[in-house]
């Protein structure tokens, strides 16, 4: 088993939509949890960061850790083209570097 | 905002060449990293680099790849001997203190094209 696992997509989805990402892992001792956006020929930009279980919420953006179940969401509200990029998960243990998920391709569209 | 700057956005080089790519960190970090992300595929971590040493590479960063930090504001990594296969998105992040903060801050990356 990969030890972060994610949907490579793409996801297409009409402007305006919630669009739910998500990612898997299998390392119990993930603590930090991170979502990273990535333009085309970009290097990926923080988006979210979260540490251990719970929600946390900026602006149209909800972040979810469930570790439990070992599963991260990212929700997305009202979206919108420019929020068309890949979507990276990362997660580390303390003390670790970071692992990052494959990424999921979204497009918006108008 | 502060950004992590590297140069040149894209290179292209023979295979056998040796290429330096440079970065300049965020000015008050004090960690260092370079990762590594092949067409298509996910981002991968290559080595990190705190108080002028590696204090951790992966299993690609092998003796072909090597780290500096030569004047206190840039931070390069250097391919000995290029292959094919080293053609990539080459990004540089850095990191304010502290192995607990949040995520790292990332260039925009270097394109490495070998042919």
């Known amino acids: 088993q990969k030890e972060v696992e994610q949907d490579p997509g793409p996801l297409s989805v009409p402007e305006g939509a919630i669009v739910s990402l998500n990612c898997t892992y299998s390392n119990s001792a993930f603590q930090y949890f991170m979502w990273y956006r990535q333009y085309s020929r970009k290097g990926p930009e923080l988006l979210m960061y979260t540490y251990s279980s719970g929600n946390k919420e900026d602006g149209r953006f909800t972040a979810q850790v469930d570790k439990s179940s070992k599963y991260i969401s990212l929700f997305i509200r009202d979206s919108q083209p420019s929020d068309s990029a890949t979507y990276l998960c990362?997660?580390?243990?303390?003390?670790?570097?970071?692992?990052f998920g494959p990424g999921t391709r979204l497009s918006v569209l108008p | 905002e502060p950004e992590v700057t590297q140069t040149p956005s894209h290179q292209v080089t023979q295979m056998g060449q040796e290429v330096i790519l440079r970065c300049v960190p965020i000015?008050?970090?004090?960690?260092f990293y370079w990762y590594r992300q092949i067409l298509g595929q996910k981002v991968e971590f290559l080595v990190s680099f705190y108080n002028n040493e590696i204090s951790e590479k992966s299993e690609i960063f092998d003796d072909q790849f090597s780290v500096e930090r030569p004047d206190g504001s840039n931070f390069t990594l250097k391919i000995r001997s290029t292959k094919l296969e080293d053609s990539a998105m080459y990004f540089c992040a850095s990191h304010v203190w502290g192995a607990d903060l949040p995520g790292y801050t990332f260039g925009s990356g270097t394109r490495l094209t070998v042919v």
């Open positions: 000015s008050n970090h004090l960690y």
């Open positions: 990362a997660m580390r243990a303390l003390g670790q570097n970071f692992v």
